[in-house]
């Protein structure tokens, strides 16, 4: 039995993310079947198509995009400003919330994009959850291989999405997806 299985009803966790060439979806996905695996109830959202009573409904929202220039996407940015009305009427508040950046560089200022969705999360009074793995190395198998605690980054290269991110980042995002349904699970009942 799962630890979701334990609680009258699964936790409902929303992926939401930005991707114009697809690596970032695909770390999306690896988060969304962490969460599954959990026993959550997932639904991946593109920020183009937003399902707002999908992301109302939620337990948990996950969010990401690539980092270019040092920031977020301006299509992540203009889904957190049409979430203005939500932010008014607190309709997120409690909810636990994450973010996920990917870039071409190991770096590439990723640290930026999580707070900026950090910030967005804290604006709308919701729960920040950040990543609680060790790095296991610095290897493209490894686990958490950028040492960051804020939130989930990974990297890929100029490469197609078939062959990057790596394996130990796409993992890290599976085990991610996993640790964050079991923590909303764990502060459910509570």
């Given at each position: 039995m799962t630890v979701i299985e334990q609680v009258t009803s699964p936790i409902k966790v929303c992926v939401v993310y930005h991707s114009p060439y697809g690596h970032t979806a695909k770390v999306a996905q690896y988060i969304?079947?962490?969460?599954?695996?959990a026993g959550a109830d997932v639904h991946l959202i593109s920020v183009a198509a937003p399902q707002w009573d999908l992301l109302d409904q939620a337990d948990v929202l996950v969010m990401g995009c690539p980092t270019y220039m040092g920031s977020l996407t301006s299509a992540l940015k203009q889904f957190m400003e049409d979430s203005s009305k939500r932010w008014l009427a607190r309709t997120w508040q409690g909810k636990l919330a994450a973010g996920f950046?990917?870039?071409?560089?190991?770096?590439?200022?990723?640290?930026?994009?999580?707070?900026?969705?950090?910030?967005?999360?804290?604006?709308?009074?919701?729960?920040?959850?950040?990543l609680p793995f060790m790095p296991t190395g610095r290897s493209p198998l490894d686990i958490n291989r950028m040492s960051s605690f804020l939130g989930l980054m990974t990297q890929s290269d100029n490469a197609s999405v078939e062959i990057t991110p790596p394996e130990g980042d796409l993992e890290t995002a599976r085990k991610f997806g996993k640790y964050l349904a079991e923590l909303r699970v764990k502060h459910s009942v509570v």
């Open positions: 969304a079947q962490g969460a599954e695996q950046t990917n870039g071409g560089g190991l770096s590439g200022d990723k640290l930026a994009v999580l707070q900026q969705i950090n910030l967005f999360a804290m604006q709308h009074g919701m729960l920040w959850a950040g």
